[in-house]
């Protein structure tokens, strides 16, 4: 179950209107910040509706405090995420830079200390070094890294550019995708491939044919999964829902999901805040102070048959002003969300 954290003065003050929906007018702070395990109430004392969020499937991909990591350990960060209310953690390697060396035996040892459950891993694709660590070089390595660490899914955040941005450079990908997704599942893992914007752009060589189109109806849906990135997929509609010859091509990143829930165990929950000037239509923030609808977003998937805790959440920034911060907001959002009644 997800564990309770205590309000938060600032976060008292700094809640955005976002994360007012769902709770009633007059609701208090310890309401919207405190156990997770109840829904809201309101002064009135009716109920607002149950958590957005499914216990035990809150994470953070520990990019996002990679600069803590470095400077002071896993032991620390992993203490802080508990305090926060988290569930569970993505890792994108296994040291990045952190303070002292580590066996991937003591780190799982560390994060299920910490009551984190390690729930998957970002490497890369291919690299031109034949000895790097990717799955297009090092496949069994990097598989047994993952079964040491007892993760469930295994993937990269690399697009499928490896070969270009043809049709057929993407089946090419796809092909190769196949065969990692066939080794983890022989392995009782998931390979699972995250998105950027880059991957809703169109085919160089048929500008009818969105490149991420062809990922899904060329990977076998039984091997090779998706992690939707969010906030990427949302710069995606607002970069690619006109084709290169200026007809409209409009998609909900949503609607893919809902389309086949089963392929997207995992999702990144990052923020932004609408910006049409930007080149990505968005400038990324903490989870709930931007624009991105997640009370819609994560219910909507939630409330299909069987799909509640099928789903992994993981909030993640790039590149946030002070991470524990953004750790500890995120999560306070998160658990704030309250189903419409």
Sequence with gaps: MSRMFQPDPELTHRLTRRGMLGVAAGATAAALLGATSAPATAATGKTAGRPVLPPGRLGIQLYSLRDKVSTLGFAPVFAELEKYGYDEVEFAGYTQGSAGPITLAQLRRLARDHGLNPIGSHVGYYSDDPNAYTF??????VLDDAQALGLKHIGTASG???YGSTVDAWKRA????NTYGAAAKARGMKFYQHNHSEEFSFATDNPKVRLYDVLLRETDPDLVFLEMDIFWAYSGQFRFSTRPD???????????VLKQPHRYPLFHVKDGVSDPADTYGYRMTDVGDGDIDYQKFISAVTRLRGERLAHHWQAEHDQPAESFTFARRSSAYLHSLREKC
Excluded at 136 to 141: F, G, I, P, S, V
């Design 136 to 141: 297009a070089q090092n496949l069994t390595k």
């Design 160 to 162: 499928p550019f490896r």
């Design 174 to 177: 796809a092909e190769e995708f």
């Design 246 to 256: 200026g007809t409209p091509a409009p998609f909900e990143p949503l609607n893919y």
